[in-house]
């Protein structure tokens, strides 16, 4: 009998899956065998995750449901069902994150001399400097902003903290509300001073609280209260009708910031007026109010752990060697001409990649440098690397994608700097997103032409590089050399869509090679020897992947799957999925390394991959799923996913109720595979 | 230190086709190795225009410069200034191609060369051995070759090593779908259609294939990929060299009737690439089902690798190893047969003209390419005299024009008309249209080598083959040619007289014709 596996049983809804997954994040700071500062990063990351997840993903159902889309997903559920159970997930998310802040964290620093102190318990001396700290720093950049018949309700930017006020009007009766931004160009919070209880900090917005009473000279204040809105920002624009995409992106972000708003924050106890004032003036409804048992916005906990200069409430460092590929050889050309390399960051050093850049600019024999650009970091030796190349009289393209989001506005100044230098700069296809990593080096050898080439998970972006796990490979085989300049052709617009030897790109084709390696494997499977498939991804969500992968599950396939975050398989279930396990693993570094292995009859094909297993990724992006050849590379991707197999001390396992619990180590020596490859980086 | 390697260029070769515009960069070394490097391609339905308006419309136009604009760049970041642009049917044959090359010459600064059917195959079969190591076996055993392009379907065919048949008919993949499109609508079996049209159009074709058993097919053309992309699809090793005729009609039978997005959809094709499918498998078939094979060859060659390919050859002085001039004259000598051409004469004229030639390069200044055109006036100048011998050399000049001969423009063909023109008594001159039409070097041409031609037939006249052992001896002031007979040669002295003119008005030295008796 075929099965169909169309019922929604069979699916996760990926909202409910990625908030599963901000709860991984949360239960690394509850988990206090963590230090102390690292744990303090995650309840901070817990947090901005979920302002991006309210941008983006609650604006976009929002959007849906306002235009009349109830259509369920493949779990079932409308987009209503689903923002009505994203607004009861977050509320106990976030209760059980500032419990952890406050009963756990707050204490455990106060142990160790890092105090947040309240108003109330300031000597004389420390409210003086503080006052006066307010006057000369503070009030000169506060504006505030007052509602009356004259005026409308002020518009409160996306993110920003605000104070909300209640003032006594002229007539008794009469109350005013008006609401001060706190500056986001000051720092969040201030040392007050050190004593022997250690370094004391307090918040800026309570030290505008305190001197609130001079910004609104001659009224009764009748309550202050903390606040803070998100909005939508889920960009849509329309590329077809766009002269210059550029233009497009620079307006719609200035539209970002006046968005529908998705949520308020609020201090806990707040005067019931002023919640009342914002829910209306916002158009919100009550479940989107959330009241905060803490400082509202805590993402300033990354800064102050990172400030601290405690090592020992800190990860113990693990910096990063360089690729020993390299070392052998005079130039980066001939090292990889010899071998293909593999490099996997941040146990080894991306420094290898900007290198390859660096040394690309300054050959004389090197023609051209093509390369792919996403997120890049604020001050990119990337693309100092390549300016360099244009003044040393390359050929050089880059293929820039100013639509990644968030990253908008860095993108256009670089691409704008880029272009004026006299590097070609393109912006991609209308209507993909070019999500692939991946640079071309076109030289000129004594035996002819010969291309490199660089691909990678991960972005070129140096910073990210140390926190996320990516994995590169350079590259001197002749058919992805070719394939790599048919990609950059097709990029730029040169070419149609060409025939490929080795890569697979998205849209078109890597949906279909996916498809086929799967079925393959089904084919391939016998009760003796079972097919196998490991897939090491960051989201699994196309329900057609998944419905295939139950098929395979079915036919007697082993799959193994490491996806970090969002997974709408559902495992375990008997006739469906009982032979498909799903771990995820969540630790310092971000999961984000794409690794696809098929066993194909022994034969073992081994691809690393840009793309995760979403219907924007398969549909909407352009994506490179390519093939690692080289059996010694193809070996240590295999220990590699071996060992995130083998995890059970970050690992957990996802089970049929969509529930992830840890591993269980019974006994078993410990494995933590994120230590493990820095101990033992090749 | 930079890499320079004399052995080593970058050459690009761009083809400007009906239906897509194609180019190719390729590493190239002196030992004959190409190495392509970047295989850019844009559709663009040219051949829309031309074969249904005539002409090539503006928008097109201007796309036509950005994609070249493109390609130039590309070009450019290897630093070569080697390439070859060309276009083919959808430019040759649109009213207004002269004013398009101007207009892409003003917005690119790229010159282009519209090349005739005869080149087209010329340079593509060229680079067929890079791919079919075994062409030349098949040319023995005999092999058919169809290139089916958007324009006109080329279609050649070898027995024993021989050229035996060439021709370009125009009935090409998209000129058929392009031309019968208004009928689509009228009939439920749209294939059934084309199969019948093009059965007509290659009526007279078929009796001069089937003569002899065809023992190979060989295929050239993009749709044939395009069925090698649905038989390959799914397969981890496949062999794209051949198609079993079984693998064929697999596909034939499973894609004829179905409808563009059908087979688009179904195959996960782009539906650019299926446009055509139907049209050129329908031609596939039926030329397949002249030959004996259970097979067909399709080395993946096209116009942009002969082109790289003959720009190679010229560049390292390679002789092409598929074709050579020899299947040139051999395909000429068919033409001649084909007239019923007196063979012993026209091999005596062509002897003896290439003599004439070989032996005054100090005063033509002539090389390959002159000597090719010679030889081949030389072997065709009477073919006229199937027809008339009244005015047969206008004749001649006629059929020519209107034949295809492997390898030759359409400018090429004009020169070669008009050198056998002027082989009678009749003088070069502004008076004849056909002459006036020429640009001014190949005026010169056809009139230096129409003198060689001239005396090299004189020397005939009786078409007895009477001298023999020429020889030239060429002096400052004098031009003497010396042969031996041991039979009367009055005629020939008589004509040689006569027709000496030309070379003493061209050259400026009156030759002279010593003949010793045995």
Redesign the interface.
């Given at each position: 009998m075929k099965k169909s596996f169309n019922g929604n049983k069979f699916f996760i809804n990926r909202e409910l899956s990625w908030l599963e997954f901000n709860k991984r994040v949360l239960e690394e700071a509850q988990d206090n065998s963590n230090p102390l500062l690292e744990r303090l990063k995650f309840l901070s990351i817990v947090s901005s995750n979920l302002d991006e997840f309210f941008m983006v993903r609650v604006g976009s159902l929002n959007d849906q449901i306002n235009a009349g889309f109830d259509k369920p997903d493949p779990s079932g559920m409308t987009p209503d069902e689903q923002v009505q159970s994203i607004y009861r997930t977050v509320a106990s998310m976030i209760r059980d994150q500032y419990n952890c802040l406050s009963y756990s964290l707050l204490p455990a620093l106060k142990n160790e001399g890092i105090n947040i102190i309240d108003s109330d318990v300031l000597t004389p001396i420390q409210l003086n400097t503080l006052n006066e700290y307010f006057v000369n720093e503070i009030y000169p950049v506060l504006t505030t902003m007052a509602v009356d018949e004259s005026r409308p309700f002020p518009l409160i930017a996306n993110k920003s903290l605000n104070l909300a006020v209640l003032l006594q009007g002229s007539e008794k009766e009469d109350q005013l509300f008006a609401t001060v931004q706190v500056p986001s160009v000051l720092p969040r919070f201030i040392e007050v001073s050190s004593d022997i209880n250690g370094v004391n900090y307090i918040l800026m917005e309570e030290i505008i609280r305190m001197n609130i009473s001079m910004l609104f000279k001659g009224h009764k204040i009748l309550a202050v209260n903390a606040c803070r809105i998100t909005r939508n920002a889920d960009l849509s624009l329309n590329e077809d009708e766009a002269d210059d995409l550029l233009l497009e992106i620079e307006k719609s972000l200035k539209m970002r910031k006046w968005g529908a708003a998705v949520r308020l924050e609020v201090e806990a106890h707040s005067d019931e007026k002023i919640v009342s004032i914002l829910k209306d003036a916002l158009e919100l409804d009550p479940q989107s109010v959330f009241h905060i048992k803490g400082p509202i916005d805590i993402t300033f906990l990354l800064k102050m752990a990172a400030q601290r200069s405690r090592p020992d409430l800190k990860d113990q460092l693990f910096p990063s060697i360089y690729p020993p590929a390299f070392k052998k050889y005079e130039d980066v050309f001939s090292a990889i001409r010899t071998k293909d390399i593999l490099v996997h960051h941040p146990y080894e050093d991306f420094q290898s990649v900007i290198d390859f850049i660096y040394h690309a600019a300054d050959d004389?024999?090197v023609?051209?440098i093509k390369q792919t650009l996403y997120r890049i970091s604020s001050n990119s030796p990337i693309i100092k690397g390549l300016l360099r190349a244009v003044e040393n009289g390359k050929?050089v393209t880059v293929l820039f994608e100013i639509k990644a989001r968030f990253d908008e506005e860095n993108n256009i100044q670089w691409a704008k700097k880029l272009e004026e230098a006299g590097c070609?700069v393109t912006y991609g296809l209308i209507g993909l997103k070019t999500h692939c990593k991946i640079t071309l080096v076109?030289r000129?050898?004594?035996?002819?032409?010969m291309?490199y080439v660089h691909m990678s998970t991960g972005n070129y972006n140096e910073t990210t590089s140390k926190l996320y796990t990516d994995i590169g490979l350079f590259t001197s085989n002749?058919h992805i050399g070719?394939d790599a300049?048919?990609l950059f052709?097709q990029l730029?617009?040169?070419?149609?869509?060409?025939?490929w030897y080795m890569l697979n790109t998205a849209p078109?084709g890597l949906r279909?090679k996916i498809t086929?390696l799967i079925?393959?494997e089904i084919k391939l499977s016998t009760i003796d020897s079972p097919g196998r498939i490991i897939i090491k991804i960051n989201s699994l969500v196309d329900s057609e992947i998944i419905k295939l992968l139950y098929k395979a599950s079915c036919s007697g396939v082993k799959i193994d799957l490491i996806v970090r975050g969002i997974c709408s398989l559902r495992p375990g279930i008997n006739g469906v999925s009982e032979n498909i396990r799903v771990i995820s693993i969540v630790d310092r570094y971000l999961e984000h390394s794409r690794i696809f292995y098929f066993s194909?009859g022994g034969r073992k094909d081994i691809f690393l991959s840009s793309a995760d297993l979403m219907e924007r990724n398969l549909n909407r992006r352009v994506e490179l799923l390519f093939p690692v050849i080289d059996e010694d590379l193809k070996n240590r991707l295999e220990s590699i996913l071996d060992i995130y197999l083998k995890d059970n001390v970050k690992a957990r396992e996802l089970k049929a109720d969509g529930q992830y619990v840890w591993v269980n180590r019974r006994s078993k020596k410990p494995i933590h595979s994120q230590t493990y490859f820095y101990e033992n980086p090749i | 230190?930079?890499?320079?390697?004399l052995n080593?260029h970058?050459m690009a070769a761009i083809d400007i086709g009906s239906y897509?515009i194609k180019m190719k960069i390729a590493?190239v070394?002196s030992n004959g190795g190409i190495?392509?490097?970047?295989?850019?391609?844009?559709?663009i339905n040219l051949g829309k225009d031309t074969f249904i308006t005539g002409k090539i419309n503006n928008e097109h136009l201007e796309e036509v410069c950005n994609?070249l604009k493109?390609?130039k760049?590309?070009i450019?970041?290897?630093?070569t200034d080697k390439y070859m642009i060309v276009a083919t049917s959808a430019l040759r044959e649109a009213v207004n191609c002269d004013y398009i090359l101007d207009y892409i010459f003003q917005k690119t600064g790229l010159k282009i060369d519209v090349i005739s059917e005869s080149e087209e195959r010329f340079f593509t079969y060229g680079s067929i051995m890079d791919n079919l190591k075994d062409f030349h076996r098949l040319k023995q055993e005999g092999v058919l070759i169809t290139d089916v392009g958007s324009g006109g379907v080329e279609i050649t065919l070898f027995s024993g090593g021989d050229l035996i048949f060439t021709q370009y008919v125009r009935m090409g993949a998209l000129r058929l779908k392009e031309v019968l499109s208004t009928l689509e609508r009228r009939t439920l079996n749209f294939p059934n259609l084309i199969g019948e049209y093009i059965e007509s159009e290659i009526d007279t074709i078929k009796v001069q294939l089937l003569q002899s058993p065809i023992n190979n097919y060989l295929v050239i053309g993009s749709e044939i990929?395009v069925m090698h992309?649905i038989l390959a699809s799914?397969k981890?090793e496949y062999n794209r060299s051949f198609m079993a005729k079984e693998a064929f009609y697999k596909i034939f039978h499973k894609v004829i009737g179905k409808s563009q997005q059908q087979i688009a959809g179904e195959y996960?094709l782009?539906s650019?690439s299926v446009e055509t499918l139907v049209p050129a498998m329908l031609m596939y078939e039926k030329f397949l089902s002249f030959t004996q094979t259970d097979r067909i060859f399709t080395p993946a060659v096209s116009l942009c690798d002969g082109l790289v390919r003959y720009m190679s050859d010229t560049k390292f002085g390679l002789r092409n190893k598929a074709f050579s001039e020899k299947d040139i004259i051999i395909s000429v000598r068919k033409l001649g047969e084909k007239y019923s051409y007196d063979s012993k004469h026209a091999e005596q004229v062509e002897k003896v003209a290439l003599l004439l030639f070989d032996n005054s390069k100090r005063l033509h200044g002539y090389s390959d390419k002159e000597r090719l055109f010679l030889q081949i006036a030389a072997i065709a100048h009477d073919i006229g005299k199937y027809i008339n011998i009244k005015a047969h050399n206008i004749l001649s000049h006629n059929i020519i024009l209107n034949s295809d001969i492997l390898g030759l423009s359409k400018n090429d063909l004009h020169i070669i008309a008009n050198i056998i023109r002027y082989h009678a008594n009749n003088m070069p001159g502004m008076d004849d249209f056909n002459y006036k039409a020429l640009d001014y070097d190949s005026r010169i041409m056809v009139s230096k080598l129409a003198a060689f031609l001239k005396l090299a037939d004189a020397l005939d006249r009786s078409h007895r083959q009477k001298l023999s052992d020429v020889k030239i001896v060429l002096s400052e002031q004098n031009f003497t040619i010396k042969a031996e007979t041991n039979r009367d040669s009055l005629l020939e002295e008589w004509e040689f007289e006569n027709k000496s003119n030309l070379f003493n008005e061209v050259y400026g030295i009156k030759p002279n014709l010593i003949i010793k008796r045995k």
């Open positions: 004389p024999d023609l051209a050929q070609h076109v000129r050898e004594t035996d002819g032409i291309r002749r070719s300049t048919a052709n730029t617009g040169y070419s149609d869509q060409p025939d078109f279909k086929e079925k393959n194909n | 230190m930079k890499a320079t390697n080593h970058i897509s590493d070394d190495l392509p490097l970047e295989t850019p391609r844009k559709f994609i493109n390609f760049k590309l450019s970041e290897y630093k990929n992309d799914g981890k996960m782009n650019e």
